[in-house]
């Protein structure tokens, strides 16, 4: 491709609401353009990319015994109610009407129409296992989309799913997907984890795993051993509870009512008391599905709110305000206690440990001290309903603690069982004529994203540096001046060697200044550079790998020798 014929527009600066490096580097190299908020055209550089990426995913999941197909972009609402998720999913759901009144969805995924579709197709044992999958542009309304592609309100996304017999089928094609995944992104050049996971509002009947590209303005916590694999999600991550030591005084001594005129936060208690907040037992009070509920955790923890969620089986969860929570509870804001309340008490298990904690005594101006968490609280409700923090042992070992990453959400796996196959009814027939239900795996990547997190990841001060696997071109030729008939000859050569053998070349035939042509040379990121300058005179030209900036004058032939064999290692 010659650049003089390429739609591509490079900018000097960055735009003043590009948050984040990737966006700014795709806006500036001419990869994106913004129509609307969250909304992006693929630029012919930036769609080359794309179509790579798309490619790798192809031949993996082709490679896994995946089916290729392409469902409707708008979705009839009737399958969205009949499954369940129509209420659920909230407002992100974009939903418009026909001519007729009909109402449709923008699909923001497409576990509904996949299994109406084989309920109608499949009927018989055997016909299963089955796995189908898509790449397809997705919608959402995101409430507020930031990061460029990182979360955008339209996106392309592989969505795949899997239908079996029974859950020993599911691990298999769940697994065989798992694998699939680590294949895919390696091949990216991505530095990633595998974390434990909530299924959000996809849901399902078991495990669930999201791939994490590591970096630092990723919108999701990971907490992950430092000895093990074990990795999870900040929502899902648990850790080691520690053994505390007993005071024998403290387990005898009865719990008492005191006066605390005004003091209502942890950080009033800690500094009036002259305590820890691990002396403290903090009460919260929340909202479940329309039912107040109060949660009990350590003063020094933070509520998991998606533990508290799952754990209650609950579809809305919320923290009450002030009004509700002496409404429901007759006791004001900072006085709260979990002795005696009238709603149910989920406790910690950490806080089941303490033996002499404090906490509000539920009247105004008044906590108690001395509570023995196994003698005074109720424990109908005992489980982990916090964030772990970081530094604390790991669950699954017992050598490892618990470090933090931050991380971009790029793909996810879940064992979603009949969640969907069951309120669609989506059953067939087994060797004995016996009607079952098939058991479902759901498998998405987010493909536009992939762009934006191995920019991240693959970066300096001056541009992008792109992975040779899925780089707009492997190779761009730059002469130093388009009026020198020797240099061009140089270039033309070995553009159409590098052409004839699968080479991807941009050639910078633009008279421009060599400083200008570098400078967007860095900045689009190409692998590799070759420059054709005047030792062009003695058949040499200078080789740049784009990652390391190593330069080197070679000969024409063992630049082609280069490039070549450079292609064949990252294939």
């Given at each position: 491709m010659?650049?003089?014929?390429?739609?591509?527009?490079?900018m000097?600066e960055?735009?003043?609401?590009?948050?984040v490096?990737?966006?700014?580097?795709?806006?500036?190299?001419?990869?994106?353009r913004?129509?609307?908020?969250?909304?992006?055209?693929?630029m012919?550089?930036?769609?080359?990319?794309?179509?790579?990426?798309?490619?790798?995913?192809?031949?993996?999941?082709?490679?896994a015994?995946?089916?290729?197909?392409?469902?409707p972009?708008?979705?009839?609402?009737?399958?969205?109610?009949?499954?369940?998720?129509?209420y659920?999913y909230?407002p992100e759901?974009?939903?418009?009407?026909?001519?007729?009144?009909?109402?449709?969805?923008l699909?923001?995924?497409?576990?509904?129409?996949?299994?109406?579709?084989?309920?109608?197709?499949?009927?018989?044992?055997?016909k299963?296992p089955?796995?189908?999958?898509?790449?397809?542009?997705?919608?959402?309304?995101?409430?507020?989309?930031?990061f460029?592609l990182?979360?955008?309100?339209?996106?392309l996304?592989?969505?795949?799913?899997?239908?079996?017999?029974?859950?020993?089928?599911?691990d298999?094609?769940y697994?065989?997907?798992?694998?699939?995944y680590?294949r895919i992104?390696n091949?990216?050049?991505?530095?990633?984890?595998?974390?434990?996971?909530?299924?959000?509002?996809?849901?399902?009947?078991g495990?669930?795993?999201?791939?994490?590209?590591?970096?630092?303005?990723g919108?999701?916590?990971?907490?992950?051993?430092?000895?093990?694999?074990?990795?999870?999600?900040?929502e899902?991550?648990?850790?080691?509870?520690?053994?505390l030591?007993?005071d024998e005084?403290?387990?005898?001594?009865?719990?008492?009512?005191?006066?605390?005129?005004?003091?209502?936060?942890?950080?009033?208690?800690?500094?009036?008391?002259?305590?820890?907040?691990?002396?403290?037992?903090?009460?919260?009070?929340?909202i479940?599905?329309?039912?107040?509920?109060?949660?009990?955790?350590?003063?020094?923890?933070?509520?998991n709110?998606?533990k508290?969620?799952?754990?209650l089986?609950a579809?809305?969860?919320?923290?009450?305000?002030?009004e509700?929570?002496?409404?429901?509870?007759?006791?004001p804001?900072?006085?709260?206690?979990?002795i005696g309340?009238?709603?149910p008490?989920l406790?910690?298990?950490?806080?089941?440990?303490?033996?002499?904690?404090?906490?509000?005594?539920?009247?105004?101006?008044?906590?108690?001290?001395?509570?023995?968490?196994?003698?005074?609280?109720?424990?109908d409700?005992?489980?982990?309903?916090?964030?772990?923090?970081e530094?604390?042992l790991?669950?699954r070992?017992?050598?490892?603690?618990?470090?933090f990453?931050?991380?971009?959400?790029?793909?996810h796996?879940?064992?979603?069982?009949?969640k969907y196959s069951?309120?669609?009814?989506?059953?067939?027939?087994?060797?004995?004529?016996?009607?079952?239900?098939?058991?479902?795996?759901?498998?998405?990547?987010?493909?536009?994203?992939i762009?934006?997190?191995?920019i991240?990841?693959?970066?300096?001060?001056?541009?992008?540096?792109?992975?040779?696997?899925?780089?707009?071109?492997?190779?761009?030729?730059?002469?130093?001046?388009?009026?020198?008939?020797?240099?061009?000859?140089?270039?033309?050569?070995l553009?159409?060697?590098?052409?004839?053998?699968?080479v991807?070349?941009?050639?910078?035939?633009?008279?421009?200044r060599?400083?200008?042509?570098?400078k967007?040379?860095?900045?689009?990121?190409?692998?590799?550079?070759?420059?054709v300058?005047?030792?062009a005179?003695?058949?040499?030209?200078?080789?740049?790998?784009?990652?390391?900036n190593?330069?080197?004058?070679?000969?024409?032939?063992?630049?082609?020798?280069?490039?070549?064999?450079?292609?064949?290692?990252?294939?």
């Amino acid at each position: 491709m010659y650049q003089s014929k390429l739609l591509l527009t490079t900018m000097r600066e960055s735009p003043a609401d590009a948050e984040v490096i990737s966006h700014q580097l795709l806006l500036r190299a001419g990869f994106i353009r913004q129509l609307a908020a969250g909304i992006y055209t693929h630029m012919p550089i930036g769609l080359r990319v794309l179509r790579k990426i798309e490619q790798i995913v192809r031949k993996e999941m082709d490679k896994a015994g995946a089916q290729e197909m392409l469902m409707p972009a708008m979705q009839p609402t009737e399958l969205w109610k009949e499954s369940g998720r129509y209420y659920v999913y909230g407002p992100e759901l974009i939903r418009l009407h026909d001519r007729h009144e009909r109402e449709f969805a923008l699909g923001p995924t497409h576990e509904e129409v996949i299994t109406s579709i084989v309920r109608n197709e499949i009927n018989s044992y055997k016909k299963l296992p089955v796995t189908l999958y898509q790449i397809q542009t997705k919608f959402r309304d995101e409430r507020r989309p930031r990061f460029g592609l990182l979360r955008g309100r339209e996106f392309l996304m592989k969505d795949a799913y899997s239908f079996d017999i029974d859950w020993n089928g599911l691990d298999q094609s769940y697994w065989n997907m798992f694998h699939s995944y680590h294949r895919i992104f390696n091949q990216f050049g991505l530095n990633f984890r595998a974390v434990e996971a909530d299924s959000g509002t996809i849901g399902g009947e078991g495990e669930t795993h999201e791939f994490m590209a590591l970096a630092d303005i990723g919108e999701d916590t990971i907490a992950a051993c430092t000895c093990c694999e074990y990795a999870a999600n900040i929502e899902r991550a648990e850790s080691r509870n520690p053994q505390l030591g007993v005071d024998e005084a403290s387990t005898t001594s009865q719990h008492e009512k005191f006066y605390t005129p005004h003091i209502k936060t942890i950080d009033q208690l800690v500094e009036n008391l002259q305590i820890d907040p691990t002396d403290i037992m903090k009460t919260i009070v929340f909202i479940a599905d329309q039912r107040a509920v109060a949660v009990v955790v350590r003063g020094d923890h933070e509520i998991n709110e998606l533990k508290v969620k799952n754990y209650l089986g609950a579809e809305q969860l919320s923290l009450a305000d002030s009004e509700t929570v002496e409404m429901m509870t007759g006791v004001p804001t900072g006085f709260i206690g979990p002795i005696g309340l009238s709603i149910p008490v989920l406790v910690d298990q950490t806080v089941v440990q303490m033996y002499s904690g404090i906490a509000g005594a539920n009247e105004t101006d008044h906590h108690h001290r001395n509570i023995n968490a196994g003698r005074d609280i109720t424990l109908d409700h005992v489980g982990d309903f916090r964030n772990v923090i970081e530094g604390e042992l790991c669950s699954r070992c017992n050598e490892g603690t618990l470090a933090f990453h931050r991380g971009i959400e790029i793909g996810h796996v879940f064992k979603l069982g009949t969640k969907y196959s069951g309120q669609l009814s989506a059953t067939f027939l087994d060797s004995y004529g016996k009607s079952q239900t098939m058991i479902m795996g759901c498998y998405g990547i987010g493909v536009s994203r992939i762009l934006s997190a191995v920019i991240e990841q693959n970066h300096d001060e001056n541009g992008m540096i792109w992975p040779s696997t899925i780089a707009p071109y492997h190779v761009h030729l730059i002469p130093i001046s388009v009026k020198d008939h020797l240099q061009m000859e140089v270039v033309s050569e070995l553009y159409n060697r590098l052409l004839e053998n699968g080479v991807d070349v941009l050639i910078d035939d633009r008279d421009e200044r060599p400083g200008v042509k570098f400078k967007d040379s860095d900045l689009i990121g190409i692998p590799i550079r070759i420059v054709v300058g005047k030792d062009a005179v003695n058949g040499n030209v200078e080789i740049i790998k784009r990652r390391n900036n190593q330069k080197e004058i070679i000969t024409v032939n063992e630049a082609f020798d280069r490039i070549i064999d450079s292609i064949k290692k990252s294939d």
